[in-house]
């Protein structure tokens, strides 16, 4: 059974753009899983240390019937193949950060893994291009995208020509 998903991209490092583009490729691979759609990339203010270029974002959409802790493991692989590093320093600098945003209609809270990602309500640069994606989108708490946009200013963000 196909589950729609939504995963968040990220790069501040080596070309962060095109770190982006080849991460969307690299979806569009994945077994059991079809790439629907991805939104605008943006520009965005790092959220940890200050002393680190901007990030660029975007939200992808699949189709996968992929276990979410396999799809996990898939990701993981394609951040390290793209060069990360994992370093203790939280939201530190990096070339590749593909996060599951949503999953189906799941929850999901375990030591590998978070669904809904813990803290995507606060984060414009998670939200803003979600929302290009599904509009009307529920998370699987009830609340609405919408709600989650009116109390997410759109700062620090800028959508960038493709």
């Known amino acids: 059974m196909m589950e729609r998903v939504y995963i968040g991209l990220g790069s501040n490092l080596a070309e962060p753009l095109q770190q982006l583009r080849d991460a969307l490729a690299a979806l569009a691979q994945l077994p059991d899983t079809r790439l629907l759609a991805h939104s605008s990339f ?5 959220l940890g240390p200050p002393d680190q270029p901007r990030y660029v974002n975007a939200v992808a959409a699949l189709d996968t019937a992929l ?3 396999t799809l996990l493991d898939s990701l993981q692989r394609i951040e390290q193949e793209q060069g990360r590093v994992r370093k203790a ?17 799941r929850s999901i809270a375990d030591e590998r893994l978070t669904v809904p990602h ?9 939200l803003y291009p979600l929302a290009e994606l599904a509009a009307e989108l529920q998370l699987p708490d009830g609340r609405r995208l919408s709600e989650l ?3 997410c200013p759109f700062t620090g963000l800028e959508r960038l020509a493709e």
């Open 67 to 69: 276990q979410p802790w």
């Open 89 to 105: 320093e939280r939201w530190g600098p990096r070339t590749l950060d593909l996060d599951i945003l949503l999953f189906g209609e």
């Open 149 to 151: 946009l009116a109390a």
């Open 118 to 126: 813990y803290h995507m309500h606060a984060r414009p640069f998670v």
């Open 42 to 46: 943006y520009a965005s203010d790092p």
